[in-house]
């Protein structure tokens, strides 16, 4: 029986380069989960939740941002979050 068109592909291997992120970020990052549907189309709070998650454990790029950048809630409009 022929599976319906708008059934998802769970059986596909991810990509090689999501299998890399989370191999490298995996051991820093705990949440938000770096799973291929987050990876492959990353909204605005899965990716500020990352940096942040990356200057925690590394202290990389920490006072790069303001207060205000640092609270994701904070930041509302569109042309601050790109």
Known sequence: ???????????????????????????LIKRPKLTAALLSKPPFRFL??????VTRATGFADGLFSEDELQSGRIKEKELKI
């Not at 599976?3 to 995996?26: I, K, N, S, Y």
């Not at 500020?48 to 998650?53: A, L, T």
């Open 48 to 53: 500020h939740d990352i940096v942040s998650e």
């Open 1 to 27: 029986q022929r599976p319906h068109a708008l059934t998802p592909r769970t059986h596909m291997a991810d990509p090689e380069w999501v299998t890399a992120t989370q191999t490298a970020l995996g051991p």
